[in-house]
């Protein structure tokens, strides 16, 4: 059974850090390009970042580059988002994701095969 748990939310002031952490287990963690998501109230899960299958490569919404860094730890089936310099507009839940499709390294929801429940960032103005 696959799982994806995701650590490391809470409330920061504008201008803070946060550091998400996600956890795999069930999947060969190496096989799997990994992203992150978000969903503010009322709006749609919009995607935020992801990174290869090796860690070689990444990608970004334009909205966050710069801020935020994705790195991944095969060893320890992990991944993380560095968030940096956050604004009440990163306000959301951050979900994690594992895809595995025939491609490099997925940056849509339709990309991804796993899901985990989420973790609640809040940034206060």
């Known amino acids: 059974q696959v799982q994806l748990v995701e650590s490391g939310g809470g409330l920061v002031q504008a201008g803070g850090s946060l550091r998400l952490s996600c956890a795999a287990s069930?999947?060969?963690?190496?096989?799997?390009?990994m992203g992150w998501f978000r969903q503010a109230p009322g709006k749609e899960r919009e995607f935020v970042a992801a990174?290869?299958?090796?860690?070689?490569?990444?990608r970004y919404a334009d909205s966050v580059k710069g801020r935020f860094t994705i790195t991944r730890d095969n060893a320890k089936n992990t991944i993380y988002l560095q968030m940096n310099s956050l604004k009440p507009e990163d306000t959301a839940v951050y979900y994690c994701a594992a895809g595995s499709r025939a491609v490099y390294i997925g940056t849509t929801r339709a990309s991804y095969d796993y899901w985990g429940q989420g973790t609640q960032v809040t940034v206060s103005s």
């Open positions: 069930g999947l060969t963690f190496g096989n799997y390009y």
């Open positions: 990174i290869s299958k090796s860690g070689g490569s990444t």
